[in-house]
């Protein structure tokens, strides 16, 4: 799937959810567990207000997330194609309270 197939999916769900599109390029980096590449469910995401070179993505699977500071692993969008497709389509989604 091409990176404007990405971007379509991304506003698609946007405009589904009545929210802005707010881009997570692929050189930037975001949080992710590993336990999302275990495919166990369900994957969760939350997205703060974008800072530097992140999207401010933070995402995991299961019930809950540690409070380990090292549950989150950095990762850049590009390579989420590795991990999960599905998590993809919901990057263009705004921070938190952003809607």
Same mark, same amino acid.
């Given at each position: ?5 990405? !971007? ?8 589904? &959810? %009545? ?7 692929? =050189? %930037? !980096?975001? @949080?992710?567990?590993? =336990?999302?590449?275990? =495919?166990?469910?369900?994957?969760? @995401? ?11 993505? &933070? ?10 500071? %090292? ?8 390579? !989420? ?19």
């Amino acid at each position: 799937m091409t990176r404007e197939e990405f !971007l379509e999916y991304q506003k698609n769900i946007c405009q589904k &959810y %009545n929210a802005n599109f707010v881009s997570s390029p692929e =050189n %930037n !980096l975001i @949080g992710i567990s590993l =336990n999302v590449k275990q =495919n166990v469910q369900p994957i969760n @995401g939350l997205r703060h207000p974008t800072t530097g070179d992140t999207t401010d993505w &933070y995402i995991w699977a299961g019930e809950q997330f540690s409070e380990d500071e %090292n549950f989150f692993t950095p990762l850049h969008v590009s390579h !989420l194609v590795d991990w999960s497709l599905q998590i993809i389509k919901f990057l263009g989604l705004p921070p938190v309270g952003d809607f």
